[in-house]
């Protein structure tokens, strides 16, 4: 299932990087943002070290939601490009990865067949942030990559890893600027009621009012999945929005196993494809489930697992609240584990200079 705020105008004019010789370095279609104007320049070019500044504070954090359309069966490798060449160095220039997932189909007809799908996830502590992270005309005043990371073999893997990137990708649907919240890592102390239960014969009813106490068996094993799910609602709600989804419902399907990534909703910045309604405000939520089954089991009877205390009542009633201020709402499926920023030794080289300017 698509979401209407991907879909409207995302592959852009085609733009080849070059060799030396002029002959063409990849061909692929572009997806706009994505080329980052980081293609091998032509010719030796100086030494860029450098030195950087204290953080900047003040600044409103933002995502960029990136999808690819990839030949088929090249996932992994891309995946791999990106973990072991493109992202070191771009964690170096101050962005946190979230991830890269794969597109999955786990009910009805896969939608591209024939191709893979990828959808990354970038945080950076700014638009400015992010701008500075690009090179060429999309670095506006800041400097660009360069100036944040300057070069050498970090920055070489990160080129070498877009190069093989570009090998596999076949378009894209565009880049989608996100504000908003990542869901706190936090423990949660919900109190046992300290009541006294004895067992019953015939199947429970959740729906008759009375006390459902659950006991839980072994965790199931199962392939890990990551469902991105996009609303559009009331204008102008978001921040309401999220705060009843944290205080309310988050603590319960936490304690069901779920594991929230973030909230966020669209943010009509510059470079960016969608285009602001009036009518409503657009937000995606992230969230990891151990299972496809276990998604389906949140979804049609989540009080088989956490039961109907206190806690559920609380998720029902904030549940209700939210579905009030949603106008419409679809999901997708990804496929993949977290980037998690593992650390990265680079060596420096060991070289000297003098400030010249």
């Known amino acids: ?32 943002l994505s080329l980052l104007a980081l293609c091998p320049a032509t010719g030796a070019q100086p030494a860029a070290p450098v030195r950087n500044d204290v953080p900047r504070a003040g600044q409103q954090e933002v995502v960029m939601m990136r999808h690819a359309y990839l030949e088929e069966g090249s996932y992994e490798a891309w995946l791999e ?23 999955v189909y786990p009910v009805g007809a896969d939608a591209t067949p024939g191709r893979d799908e990828a959808l990354r996830f970038a945080r950076y502590a700014s638009f400015e942030h992010w701008q500075a992270t690009r090179g060429g005309a999309l670095a506006g005043d800041t400097g660009g990559a360069a100036r944040l990371g300057g070069d050498g073999g970090l920055r070489d893997a990160s080129r070498e890893g877009l190069r093989t990137r570009r090998q596999y990708q076949q378009g894209s649907r565009g880049g989608i600027f996100l504000q908003g919240h990542l869901a706190e890592t936090r423990p949660l102390y919900m109190p046992g009621l300290g009541e006294r239960y ?20 072994r965790a199931r094993p199962g392939d890990g999945v990551v469902a991105l799910e996009y609303s559009r609602i009331r204008k102008g709600a978001f921040e309401e929005f999220h705060a009843i989804a944290r205080d309310s419902v988050w603590p319960y399907v936490e304690k069901i196993g779920v594991r929230p990534v973030g909230l966020w909703r669209v943010a009509y910045l510059p470079n960016g494809d969608p285009v602001e309604s009036e009518a409503y405000d657009e937000v995606y939520y992230l969230a990891r489930y151990a299972s496809f089954e276990h998604f389906l089991a949140v979804r049609d009877d989540p009080v088989a697992m956490g039961g109907n205390g206190p806690d559920f009542e609380a998720f029902t ?16 499926f990804l496929r993949g584990e977290p980037y998690g920023s593992p650390p990265v030794h680079a060596p420096g080289l060991q070289e000297s200079y003098r400030l010249v300017r």
Do not use: K
Not at 81 to 103: C, Q, T
Not at 198 to 217: K, M, N
């Open 198 to 217: 004895e067992r019953v014969d015939g199947g429970p009813d959740p729906d008759s009012g009375a006390p459902y106490p659950v006991r839980l068996g």
């Open 81 to 103: 490009a990106s973990r072991s060449g493109v992202w070191p160095y771009f964690e170096r220039l101050g962005a946190r990865i979230l991830g890269d997932f794969e597109i």
């Open 1 to 32: 299932m698509r979401h209407p705020a991907a879909t409207r105008g995302f592959v852009t004019a085609l733009r080849a990087c070059t060799t030396a010789s002029g002959a063409r370095a990849g061909s692929f279609m572009a997806v706009g």
């Open 317 to 332: 009633s904030a549940s209700g609240r939210l579905n009030a201020l949603t106008q419409g709402r679809s999901v997708e």
